[in-house]
């Protein structure tokens, strides 16, 4: 059933069922558990195709975005070609599966053929609705990318680090070092310091034991 933008309603999903689904499909997927997590390899399991595109983010002010016959994920095809990008088309990759698996009802009921399609969709749903559909692709990619155990682990190893480096006070230190510990993970993980000090708030990791 086609669905009705102005009438849209995003489903009840709460982050733990987005992080279950994120590591049940890491499981099957990425069976080595080794990161960074590339992404790319766990599509071609799943028989999906990644499609580069000219000018995606200038038509939709987005890196990826997941085609309406849920077989291909689209990327900005510059972004995509630019080394420096890697770590943010990672995440939108894997974003976008996170709708392919959190939502697909919702996308069949979009039926988009083109990134103009999509955008008019969107443009019309409340503000408020698909912000929720973000949040739980948002927190699927987020604990795709960065497991708990292994963030937890590398956590106490980068801790220690910090420590000698004059963090000693970790509840009282605050932003700094939560940041610093964040762009040292980011590294491992190969996702942004940001996607880094989400997980480890989200995960209820921070401070460090």
Do not use: C
């Not at 559909?133 to 590398?154: D, I, K, T």
């Not at 801790?159 to 040292?184: C, H, K, N, P, Q």
């Amino acid at each position: 059933m086609r669905l009705v933008p102005e009438q849209f309603k995003a489903p009840f999903i709460p982050r733990e069922k987005a992080w279950a689904e994120a590591d049940r499909i890491r499981a099957l997927h990425w069976p080595t558990g080794g990161v960074p997590v590339e992404v790319e390899e766990m599509l071609w399991e799943l028989g999906l195709r990644l499609e580069p595109l000219p000018s995606l983010q200038s038509a939709g002010d987005v890196v990826a975005l997941l085609r309406g016959d849920l077989t291909t994920i689209i990327v900005d095809s510059s972004d995509y070609m630019d080394d420096r990008m890697v770590n943010r088309v990672r995440f939108s990759i894997a974003h976008e599966l996170g709708h392919l698996i959190l939502h697909a009802d919702v996308y069949r009921g979009i039926s988009h053929n083109s990134v103009d399609d999509w955008i008019d969709f969107v443009q019309r749903v409340p503000e408020d609705q698909w912000s929720y559909m973000e949040q739980h692709a948002y927190e699927f990619a987020g604990r795709l990318l960065v497991p708990r155990e292994r963030l937890q682990a590398e956590l106490q190893r980068v801790a220690r680090g910090a420590e000698t480096a004059g963090f000693t006070e970790w509840d009282l230190s605050g932003d700094a070092a939560r940041e610093y510990v964040a762009g040292a993970l980011s590294r491992t993980f190969g996702v942004s310091g940001q996607v880094i000090e989400k997980r480890i708030t989200r995960e209820s990791l921070w401070p460090p034991d």
